[in-house]
Structure formats: structure tokens, C-alpha cells
């Protein structure tokens, strides 16, 4: 807990957030479920709520279509990056 809320103060400033920690969640850029590193600070960063809850439902399908052989690993993996740099 103290790395990522070091980690996202430093990385709000850095992206000009000016809210309060409060209203961010260090998120991982590809979640663990998908292979993303747990600590790497480039594959994470401040994500605001209540968009850091919906990002958990749509990892949460992507991980089920990879189980469900619809995606593979690099292909959900992908569709997380851009869903992650385009609408969050």
C-alpha cells in the first residue's frame, strides 16, 4: 500500500491531477488476471472511480472470453491496452 499511494502521488502530478488521492485507484494498465506486472509503475497508474470499478467489470469479461477460448491471452491483452488509452 505505501509503493502504490507513493507511486500515484508522484504519478498525479506527473499526469496534472490536481483531485484528492481519494478519488483515484493505482490501477494496473493489463491487470494481473491478464499477465500484467504487479508492480512495474509502467504497467500502472492513477485511474479515477468510478471509472477504476467499471474497468474491473470489463477485465473481468475479457478474462472469461480468454477461458472461453474467444481471445487469447495477446488479444485480450491488446483490447485492454486500447480500452484503457482511449475511453479510461
Known amino acids: 500500500m505505501s ?3 507513493a ?3 508522484k504519478q498525479m502530478r506527473q499526469y496534472g491531477e490536481m483531485g484528492s488521492m481519494s478519488d483515484y ?3 494496473h494498465l493489463i ?3 491478464m499477465g500484467g506486472s504487479p ?6 497508474w492513477p485511474e479515477p472511480y468510478p471509472r477504476a470499478s467499471q ?3 470489463i477485465e473481468n469479461e ?3 472470453e480468454i477461458c472461453d ?3 487469447t491471452l495477446a488479444q485480450a491483452q491488446q483490447r485492454e491496452d486500447t480500452i484503457k488509452h482511449t475511453q479510461g
Do not use: F, I, W
Open 7 to 9: 507511486l500515484k502521488r
Open 69 to 71: 477460448g474467444q481471445l
Open 62 to 64: 475479457l478474462n472469461s
Open 25 to 27: 485507484q493505482e490501477d
Open 31 to 33: 491487470s494481473l488476471e
Open 39 to 44: 508492480t512495474d509503475p509502467r504497467n500502472l
Open 55 to 57: 474497468m474491473d467489470q
Open 3 to 5: 509503493y502504490t499511494n
